[in-house]
Nanobody, 131 residues
């Protein structure tokens, strides 16, 4: 059974840091792309970062580039999103998701992750950044 478990959200001050984790079971990280999406109140869910572990390719949205870092630990089957220099506009529910070939293609070609390319989703974890 495929499962993704996101954790690590919480409250941070502007300029602070949080690290999100996505623990995966039921498949190998080499077989799927993993994306991080976020959804702020009243807004659509947007892709902020993604990783194709088999090639090492990573994607970042312009809004988080230079502040967020995605990484994977194949031994633990876990993907992390290190979020530094947090801003109030980073406040959202963050989701991790797994996708196959189309999701991998998005990352490798540096396209924004598309929700429809992701087949499996974890529950969200809330990140709140205070000013």
């Amino acid at each position: 059974e495929v499962q993704l478990q996101a954790s690590g959200g919480g409250l941070a001050q502007a300029g602070g840091s949080l690290r999100l984790s996505c623990a995966i079971s039921g498949f190998s990280l080499d077989d799927y792309a993993i994306g991080w999406f976020r959804q702020a109140p009243g807004k659509e869910r947007e892709g902020v970062s993604g990783i194709d572990s088999s090639s090492g390719t990573k994607y970042y949205a312009d809004s988080v580039k230079g502040r967020f870092t995605i990484s994977s630990d194949n031994a633990k089957n876990t993907v992390y999103l290190q979020m530094n220099t947090l801003k109030p506009e980073d406040t959202a529910v963050y989701y991790c998701a797994a996708g196959g070939y189309a999701a991998i293609a998005d990352i490798v070609t540096k396209r924004s992750p598309s929700r429809v390319h992701y087949d499996f989703w974890g529950q969200g974890t809330l990140v709140t950044v205070s000013s």
